[in-house]
């Protein structure tokens, strides 16, 4: 098993829907969870970051964590054109500030 | 956010030529900070572990002899691409984070994308 893994999509959302967005990891991966927004051609930006079990809410953003099943979503509501863009989930791994990617969800906002 | 500013941000060399990328924290001091590469319609591959003082540790299959990190100071790195080929064009991008516990976020510089002809 990767040691974070997410589902390539792409992932279509009409406009002004939710767009869910998983990540499962595996035991080598620590407690805290990131999700970076990387548009084409530029650097990922930090979206949210989450380190309880449960939900964190940061405007049209949900970040889940649910620790016994070992899966972390994002969860994007009323989508915009301008969310489209591919998400990348992150865990630290061995050392403690070192991350650990997912190859990323792109999703595609239709109008 | 703390920011991490990247130079240059996208670069053209000839093939056997090396190219020098510089990582700066620009608001905070880095102990640590983290080089990746990224190929079209690929994730982020974790490419070397740079470490202020002492020798950078490099992810398996990075060729530390070609790929040379210089981590100077507690706000500079810099990666070298030594005698750069075509198959080694790609995106680079460094990453920082402001402390060492497991909450804390990396933050990216702008990339370098590299092209080798």
Redesign the interface.
Same mark, same amino acid.
């Given at each position: 098993q990767k040691e974070v893994e997410q589902n390539s999509g792409p992932l279509s959302v009409p406009e002004g829907a939710i767009a869910s967005l998983n990540c499962t990891y595996s035991d080598r991966v620590?407690?805290?969870f990131?999700w970076?927004r990387q548009y084409s051609?530029?650097?990922?930006?930090?979206i949210m970051?989450i380190?309880s079990n449960g939900d964190k809410e940061d405007g049209r953003f949900t970040a889940q964590l649910n620790k016994a099943s070992q899966y972390v979503s994002l969860l994007i509501r009323d989508s915009q054109p301008s969310d489209s863009a591919t998400y990348?989930c992150?865990g630290?791994t061995g050392?403690?500030?070192?991350?650990?990617?997912?190859?990323?969800t792109r999703l595609q906002v239709t109008l | 956010?703390a920011v991490v500013s990247?130079h240059p941000s996208w670069v053209i060399c000839k093939s056997g030529t090396s190219v020098k990328i510089e990582c700066r924290s620009l608001d905070f001091q880095a102990t640590?900070m *983290?080089w990746y590469r990224q190929f079209p319609k690929?994730?982020?591959m974790?490419m070397a572990?740079s470490n202020e003082g002492s020798k950078a540790t490099y992810e398996q299959g990075v060729e530390k002899d070609k790929f040379l990190i210089n981590h100077a100071s507690l706000t500079l790195s810099t990666l070298t691409v030594t005698s750069a080929h075509p198959e080694d064009s790609s *995106?680079y991008?460094c990453?920082a984070?402001r402390?060492?516990?497991?909450?804390?976020?990396?933050?990216?510089?702008?990339?370098t994308?590299l092209t080798v002809v």
């Open positions: 620590s407690q805290s990131f970076y051609g530029k650097s990922p930006e930090l970051s380190y990348l992150a630290h050392t403690a500030s070192k991350l650990t990617f997912g190859t990323g | 956010g990247q640590t *983290f690929q994730s982020l974790l572990t *995106f991008i990453s984070s402390d060492f516990d497991l909450n804390t976020e990396a933050f990216f510089g702008q990339g994308r």
